[in-house]
């Protein structure tokens, strides 16, 4: 099971617990399969609970769902609205997981489980995400909802995680960015490719990413293409203040050496004062 798949699973099973005890006796044995009728709702929430831990997805959305119908706004809809949730979540099922949250959010939103809902929304988005070669829409979804759930619930795990999600998602748009600029360069366009790469180095979520030390380098490509040496060689002085050990500004030396340029930061660490910081420290 993925890490982020076992976490939802985690952070569901307290809710699920506690709604067990409010009947401990009902849902026992084998029952037969879902009939659409009036049934005890205890008896129609623990079936779909039992259903969920053996991992029968579809089963149990069918069980809660008719808790849903049957009950609404009650405690019971409540809880079973997040098992949905986390059901459709685990069957792949990210639309119909996001559908839930958003009726969640709408019904409950100063629920203690709210920030489960919107945490569980920005994760369907975040674990869409395709590679960079593709739309980034499920990026940028991902983005705005964890920044969302950041902002919400600042302090909590909720927020923690999200945090770490966010460097993920930026580097993977910052990489699209580079994707493009190199499309632009091998297609002769050096303006459009320097736009994308100067995309990266000016977005201050993108300068933390992996991308910002190749981003430089091949802005230092990009304007001795287009005859602006001077330009090269401050690209060329940023990189190596900030990445004096990478091999991009190892490559950006020998190039800027050959157009007989010198850049602010040398292989002996030396450095002029102008020179600007990407990374902290």
Same mark, same amino acid.
């Given at each position: 099971?993925?890490?982020f798949?076992?976490?939802?699973?985690?952070?569901?099973?307290?809710?699920?617990? !506690?709604?067990?005890?409010?009947?401990?006796?009902?849902?026992?044995? &084998?029952?037969p399969?879902?009939?659409?009728?009036?049934?005890?709702?205890? +008896?129609?929430?623990?079936?779909?609970y039992?259903?969920? =831990?053996?991992?029968?997805?579809a089963?149990?959305? &069918?069980?809660f769902?008719?808790?849903?119908?049957?009950?609404?706004?009650?405690?019971?809809?409540?809880?079973?609205?997040?098992?949905?949730?986390?059901?459709?979540? =685990?069957?792949?099922?990210?639309?119909?997981?996001?559908?839930?949250?958003?009726?969640f959010?709408?019904?409950?939103?100063?629920?203690?489980?709210?920030?489960?809902?919107?945490?569980?929304?920005?994760?369907?988005?975040?674990?869409?995400?395709?590679?960079?070669?593709?739309?980034?829409?499920?990026?940028?979804?991902?983005? &705005?909802?964890?920044? &969302?759930?950041?902002?919400?619930?600042p302090?909590?795990?909720? +927020?923690?995680?999200?945090?770490?999600?966010?460097?993920?998602?930026?580097?993977?748009?910052?990489?699209?960015?580079?994707?493009?600029?190199?499309?632009?360069?091998?297609?002769?366009?050096?303006?459009?490719a320097?736009?994308?790469?100067?995309?990266?180095?000016?977005?201050e979520?993108? =300068?933390?990413? !992996?991308?910002?030390?190749?981003?430089?380098?091949?802005?230092?490509?990009?304007?001795?293409?287009l005859?602006?040496?001077?330009e090269?060689?401050?690209?060329?002085?940023?990189?190596?203040?900030?990445?004096?050990? !990478?091999?991009?500004?190892?490559?950006?030396?020998a190039?800027?050496?050959?157009?007989?340029? =010198?850049?602010?930061?040398?292989?002996?660490?030396?450095?002029e !004062?102008?020179?600007?910081?990407?990374?902290?420290?």
């Amino acid at each position: 099971m993925p890490a982020f798949k076992f976490r939802a699973g985690l952070i569901l099973a307290t809710v699920a617990a !506690s709604a067990l005890t409010m009947s401990a006796c009902a849902g026992r044995g &084998d029952r037969p399969r879902l009939a659409y009728e009036e049934r005890p709702v205890e +008896a129609l929430y623990n079936t779909g609970y039992q259903r969920l =831990q053996s991992r029968r997805w579809a089963d149990a959305i &069918d069980y809660f769902q008719e808790v849903e119908r049957q009950h609404p706004y009650s405690e019971w809809s409540r809880r079973a609205i997040l098992m949905q949730i986390y059901a459709y979540y =685990q069957n792949n099922n990210y639309a119909e997981a996001i559908a839930a949250s958003d009726r969640f959010i709408q019904l409950f939103p100063g629920n203690p489980s709210a920030p489960y809902a919107f945490y569980m929304k920005a994760l369907c988005n975040f674990e869409q995400i395709t590679d960079v070669g593709r739309d980034q829409g499920y990026a940028q979804a991902a983005l &705005d909802g964890l920044r &969302d759930v950041q902002r919400r619930y600042p302090g909590t795990s909720y +927020a923690s995680d999200a945090a770490v999600k966010i460097d993920m998602v930026n580097d993977q748009l910052a990489g699209k960015e580079m994707a493009i600029g190199r499309y632009y360069q091998r297609a002769g366009q050096p303006l459009a490719a320097l736009n994308r790469y100067k995309a990266v180095i000016d977005n201050e979520a993108y =300068q933390r990413t !992996s991308h910002t030390p190749e981003a430089l380098y091949r802005l230092v490509e990009v304007n001795l293409m287009l005859g602006l040496k001077e330009e090269a060689t401050r690209n060329g002085s940023v990189l190596g203040f900030n990445y004096p050990g !990478s091999p991009w500004y190892a490559e950006a030396y020998a190039l800027l050496s050959e157009e007989g340029r =010198q850049p602010g930061v040398t292989p002996t660490g030396q450095r002029e !004062s102008w020179l600007r910081r990407i990374i902290p420290g």
